[in-house]
Each structure stands twice: as C-alpha cells, then as structure tokens.
C-alpha cells in the first residue's frame, strides 16, 4: 500500500512539473511578432508574463482535487484556485 502511495505521489509531482515546463515552452513558441520575427526585450517580457498567467488558470484547474481525487466545486474550488494562481504569481520564474 505505501509503495503504491509513493508511485501514485511521484506520478502527480511529474505531472505538475511537466505542465509548467510545457506552459513555457508553448509561450515561447508564439512569442513572434505579426511578422514572424520572434519578440525580444520588454515585449517578450510583458508577452510571456501574460501567456504564462492565462496557461497558469489551466495548471491550477488540474490540482483542484480534493483528497479523494474529485474535483473541488464551489467556494472550496473559488479559495483554491485564487491562492493557487496567487502562489504561481509569486513564484520565482526561471
């Protein structure tokens, strides 16, 4: 029972960490201007600041389980996903 917890736990910190690599590099990839030109400087910046906040929504909406794996609803899921994104803003971008 405690080897199964451990995969289960390993599998969904995988998840999490794949999920937000995979939101950068899909902001990096439309990072162009309406020439195809990839952005650069403070429009890349400010780009990837609002890519990375509106993919970070859908980061949060996978984690909204509550501890038997269904999906929180209500004001328990509204609480979750405002400290969540609120956690995901404050977190240090690599």
Known sequence: MKKTLH??????????????FAANAACEAKAVDKNGKA???AAKTSFMKKCESEMGGSACEAKAVDK????????????FMKKCEADMAAAPKK
């Open 68 to 79: 038997n794996g269904k999906a929180l609803a209500g004001a328990a899921k509204t609480s």
């Open 7 to 20: 995969i289960a736990l390993f599998a969904v910190c995988a998840l999490f960490a794949s999920q937000s």
């Open 39 to 41: 952005l650069a400087g």
